[in-house]
């Protein structure tokens, strides 16, 4: 089955600076790739769709300037949170479509535990 | 637009003693139905999912699920919970083979000796 891999898996940083997670297919290639948000005991909220060789798909209410998103190849789609402040600690997770010769699993990455202090 | 509902928040049940989550999903067409489990700090585990058949579906860790078209319900159960059962348990939907997915707020999990 498919998988993923994200990087770090977990990162503390400083108020204002700017955090970038990887999230890397590692045994097939991927168009596409979705991103997950979870905030402290509550529920996962998709957060945007990345698309290798275009822009990103934002879900409403979603900074898109805030969250940079890049597929910059088939295997590696980066999540970068600019300016990142206390409130968008959170839990991120990415996982890419689920292949439909093998099943409809959704393969989920270990996720990104990010604080910001 | 797709919905989905979990009305119980948090669930304590005793070693050794049945559980049932509940899962009420909303969406026209034919959905694809998913259980996950997240224990603290973790990531998402899959459990099991639905998209046709059978409307009983086994999954890992001795977990059932049944798929009630009429009642849009997708309940899991297990017979006999054991404390290892402890965690945050996620319904999910999802409306094609392939895309993203829809999540309930989650249903938390304590199990007592």
């Known amino acids: 089955g498919a998988v993923v891999s994200q990087h770090p898996s977990w990162v503390i940083c400083k108020s204002g600076t700017s955090v970038k997670i990887e999230c890397r297919s590692l045994?097939?290639?991927?168009?596409?790739m979705f991103w997950y948000r979870q905030f402290p005991k509550q529920s996962l909220m998709l957060m945007a769709t990345s698309n290798e060789g275009s822009k990103a798909t934002y879900e409403q209410g979603v900074e898109k300037d805030k969250f940079l998103i890049n597929h910059a190849s088939l295997t590696l789609s980066t999540l970068t949170v600019t300016s990142a402040h206390p409130e968008d600690s959170s839990f991120y997770i990415c996982?890419?479509?689920?292949?439909?010769?093998?099943?409809?699993?959704?393969?989920f990455g270990q996720g990104t535990r990010l604080t910001v202090v | 637009a797709q919905s989905v509902t979990q009305p119980d928040i948090h669930i304590t049940v005793s070693e050794g003693a049945s559980l049932e989550l509940r899962c009420n999903y909303s969406?026209?067409?034919?959905?694809?139905l998913f259980w996950y489990v997240q224990s603290p700090g973790q990531g998402l585990q899959l459990l099991l999912k639905?998209?046709?058949?059978?409307?009983l579906v086994q999954g890992i860790k001795g977990f059932e699920a049944e798929f009630k078209r009429s009642q849009s319900s997708f309940n899991l159960r297990k017979p006999s919970v054991h404390w290892s059962d402890a965690a945050e348990y996620f319904c999910?939907?999802?409306?094609?083979?392939?895309?993203?997915?829809?999540f309930g707020a989650g249903t938390q999990v304590v199990v007592t000796p």
């Open positions: 969406y026209g067409a034919t959905p694809y």
């Open positions: 996982t890419p479509p689920r292949d439909r010769a093998e099943g409809t699993e959704a393969f």
């Open positions: 639905y998209f046709s058949g059978d409307t």
């Open positions: 999910a939907v999802g409306e094609d083979s392939w895309g993203k997915l829809q």
């Open positions: 045994d097939f290639q991927a168009t596409t």
